[in-house]
T-cell receptor
């Protein structure tokens, strides 16, 4: 079951904040977040595991509500480099299924 | 550079043909994932291998098959190609299982004419 991401697209000015949501109809073991710039491969941002453990490489925060099967990615004080498409991947039944993505465009 | 390599970078072929896409994971990574990305379809999970064994299957067509070899490289075979198979095919690897980050290769762009 593909997770649902919202919004589908966001346009921000540099320095503004954004929240991207991801929800699933299935019980989740983990949620993964990736960013893909145009013409490039997706790049890992963060994993949130059931039980509260988080793994991330960048100064981006996220939350995982296990009971509601939802996750949110918080982008604060956005920079031009944040532009791209953000994908959430939800893990259940030993599979990671990605959503359709949220396109984020940052204006100077 | 993620450390994952994919060949070829581009592939143009005709309908009905068969192609093989190759992926070499990062050194030491045991898991290999294959994804198909079409316009507006996001990343469609196809299949995962872990240390040579099939671990999970997604929306992979019966015309598609994959394997992971003892040296951990993987191949995705696409046969009886249709126009709708035109897409970007990504391979990703992770050190162990789904609790670890995936590193994506640069992708193979397949065009079926």
């Amino acid at each position: 079951q593909q997770p649902v991401q919202s919004p589908q697209a966001v346009i921000l000015r540099e320095g503004e904040d954004a929240v991207i949501n991801c929800s699933s109809s299935k019980a989740l073991y983990s949620v993964h977040w990736y960013r893909q710039k145009h013409g490039e491969a997706p790049v890992f941002l963060m994993i949130l595991l059931k039980g509260g453990e988080q793994k991330g490489h960048e100064k981006i925060s996220a939350s995982f509500n296990e009971k509601k099967q939802q996750s949110s990615l918080y982008l604060t004080a956005s920079q031009l480099s944040y532009s791209g498409t953000y994908f959430c991947g939800t893990e259940s039944d030993d599979k990671i299924i990605f959503g359709k993505g949220t396109r984020l465009h940052i204006l100077p | 550079d993620s450390g994952v390599t994919q060949t070829p970078k581009h592939l143009i072929t005709a309908t009905g043909q068969r192609v093989t896409l190759r992926c070499s994971p990062r050194s030491g990574d045991l898991s290999v994932y294959w994804y198909q990305q079409s316009l507006d379809q996001g990343l469609q999970f196809l299949i995962q291998y872990y240390n040579g064994e099939e671990r999970a299957k997604g929306n992979i067509l019966e015309r598609f098959s994959a394997q992971q070899f003892p040296d951990l490289h993987s191949e995705l075979n696409l046969s009886s190609l249709e126009l709708g198979d035109s897409a970007l095919y990504f391979c990703a690897s992770s050190s162990r299982d789904n609790s670890y980050e995936q590193y994506f290769g640069p992708g193979t762009r397949l065009t079926v004419t």
